[in-house]
């Protein structure tokens, strides 16, 4: 599991994270990602958590983006659905594993 975090810049996923999302793609098995803005718009980080998986054709397992707005306030409940997004997104059963 991959863990692609990152800041908005200029109205999109910093430059670091967008790179490194695109050339290693390839070998994650599955990837999160998660950003944070200082914008007060409620769910601009989200919409910019689009443009990091067009830009990369990542299909990510868990999505967090909070806005200063939610920063600032109680995130606790949106924290807590991406980790167990993230936990469930692990769990595999031996089954599973001997499929793939």
Same mark, same amino acid.
Request: hydrophobic share 35%; proline share 4%; with cysteine.
């Given at each position: 599991?991959?863990?692609?975090?990152?800041?908005?810049?200029?109205?999109?996923?910093?430059?670091?994270?967008?790179?490194?999302?695109?050339?290693?793609?390839?070998?994650?098995?599955?990837?999160?990602?998660?950003?944070?803005?200082?914008?007060?718009?409620? /769910?601009?980080?989200?919409?910019?958590?689009?443009?990091?998986? *067009? =830009?990369?054709?990542?299909?990510? $397992? !868990?999505? @967090? /983006?909070?806005?200063?707005?939610?920063?600032?306030?109680?995130? *606790? =409940?949106?924290?807590?659905?991406? $980790? !167990?997004? @993230?936990?469930?997104?692990?769990?595999?059963?031996?089954?599973?594993?001997?499929?793939?």
């Amino acid at each position: 599991m991959v863990v692609l975090a990152g800041p908005i810049w200029s109205s999109k996923i910093c430059s670091p994270t967008l790179v490194y999302g695109r050339e290693h793609k390839d070998q994650f098995r599955k990837a999160a990602v998660l950003c944070t803005s200082r914008s007060s718009e409620p /769910g601009y980080a989200k919409k910019c958590l689009a443009t990091l998986t *067009t =830009a990369t054709g990542i299909a990510p $397992v !868990a999505m @967090l /983006g909070l806005g200063h707005r939610e920063i600032r306030g109680d995130h *606790t =409940a949106e924290v807590a659905k991406f $980790v !167990a997004a @993230l936990k469930n997104s692990t769990t595999t059963t031996v089954d599973e594993e001997e499929q793939t």
